[in-house]
Structures are given as C-alpha cells and as structure tokens.
C-alpha cells in the first residue's frame, strides 16, 4: 500500500495511524477487526486523509495501538479545526476569512468593588489557564469572575467573552452558547457550522493567536468547558458549580467563596 500524502491536519492524523498500525506489523483487516470494525474501508479512508474519523474511533485507535500521549485525539482536534475554517472560507467565497472582531461582553464591573480583594489579586496573578470560582448562592461569585476579567482586560485584548450557562435547572446547550460566541466573532448564521466539534474547531481557529479571556457564569457541568479549553485562550474566569464541574483542565486553579470574606484557593 502506498504512503498517504502528507499535508493537511486529516492527511497528518492519517498519517500517524498508517506509521502506528505499519509499526505494530498489522494489516488493515487486522487492525480493523481488533478495533470491532465491520470493515477495514473505513480505516483505509482515514488513512488517506480523506475522512476524519469519530472520536470513538480515535480512542480505539489509541487503546489497540498502544499510543498513550493522546496524540491521535490531539491530531483529530487539530483536523476538526481546520475543517470547520476551511468550511467557513468557502461560504465566504471571494470575501476571504473573517476580520479580527474585537468582543467586549463582560458586564459592567462594580465601582466599589470590595471584600474580596485578596482573592481577586491571586486570581490575577495567576498564569493564565482555567479557573473555577464556586460556593454558596449568593455569596459573589460572578461579581468576584467578572471583577477579575475586567483587571484582565489589558494582558487579553482581543477579546473578552461573558456565556451564562444557566445553571443545572436549564442547562444551555454547548452548540448554542459556541453559535453566540461565533457570531461574536463575526460569523454570519449562514457560515456556522452545524455539529458541536466543528463550531469547537472553528472557534479554536479564529481565536488562534489572540489573547482572550472568557467568564462561564452558572455552569451545570464540564461538557461545554472541554470545548472551550483551548490553546487560543491565554485565560480564563470560570465561575461555576463546584459539585458539577469536575476536573475540566490540566492547569486548573479553583477558588471557593465561602460567607463574609474568607476564600481559599488551590
């Protein structure tokens, strides 16, 4: 079987599985059957960088090949990136990629912001990353994240997003919320793509390069915050719901507010 052709985050990622499974002295039928396949076309196809496989898929992959670095899934996300701007592009047409738009949607900051001074300095010392802010109701929360990104703005100026995730009692749909930061960035309704990991892909790429920071109020869960860890974002407020969010970055920090003044980070 001839090499694929390199070029491409689909051709790079089918690149790697043809050297992985080449490197493991298995055929495509072996391979596909040790990954409970139907078939081996499909395999072939993903190879040649002509489809992108599902993440099930990819996981596989990783499992039955032996690759433990993740490399597979980060190729793959790479790929989906770069599908979703070249979708984008071609609906532009002549019109070429969309211009750099500036986003300011943070809500207006409190003037006599007090009380938690000390945790709004270590929140903004901190190097960039995910930060979870969580507690009681009403203890500050969200004036706490939003504080912090307003004293942000100068390190990440091209743009300052605010999503309220409307808690656990009517959670906001991942696709919606990334469909309103898409047009944020000044994406035309016709120019969204319709999946979740395309319109992931595509913010990824039109955030490439910008320093941005983003504030998720009221989040429910982890399923939208995997989609938003980036590495276009240099920082990010995260304020949410300690219960739920689980372990969403690698280079997570969490701050719980606790009553009166007392917090504690780690």
């Not at 019109?95 to 949607?105: D, F, R, S, T």
């Not at 809500?107 to 190097?127: H, K, S, V």
């Not at 304020?239 to 507010?257: K, L, M, W």
């Amino acid at each position: 079987m001839a090499q694929p052709p390199i070029g491409g985050g689909a051709a790079e990622l089918g690149l790697a599985l043809y050297r992985l499974r080449l490197s493991r002295g298995l055929s495509l039928r072996v391979l596909a059957r040790r990954l409970g396949m139907a078939g081996h076309g499909g395999l072939a196809e993903y190879e040649k960088g002509r489809r992108i496989p599902p993440e099930d898929v990819v996981l596989a992959c990783e499992r039955v090949l032996g690759v433990r670095d993740g490399r597979l899934r980060q190729l793959r996300e790479r790929a989906l990136a770069e599908r979703a701007a070249d979708r984008v592009r071609d609906r532009q047409g002549a019109a070429g990629p969309a211009a750099a738009v500036p986003v300011a949607q943070l809500p207006a900051d409190i003037a006599d912001f007090a009380g938690r001074e000390a945790e709004a300095g270590e929140l903004c010392a901190l190097p960039g990353g995910i930060v979870v802010i969580s507690g009681k109701p009403g203890v500050g929360k969200t004036a706490l994240a939003v504080h912090v990104a307003h004293a942000l703005t100068a390190g990440y100026p091209d743009a300052q997003f605010y999503c309220d995730l409307y808690g656990v009692h009517d959670p906001a749909d991942p696709a919606d919320v990334l469909a309103r930061m898409l047009r944020a960035l000044g994406m035309a309704d016709s120019q969204l793509p319709p999946g979740l990991e395309d319109r992931a892909g595509l913010y990824r790429s039109l955030l490439h390069g910008r320093r941005a920071v983003l504030v998720l109020d009221n989040a429910a869960g982890e399923a939208l915050g995997r989609h938003r860890l980036a590495r276009t974002h240099e920082a990010e407020a995260n304020q949410a719901r300690a219960d739920r969010i689980g372990e969403i970055g690698r280079h997570e920090r969490r701050c719980r507010v606790y009553t009166g003044r007392s917090a504690q980070m780690r």
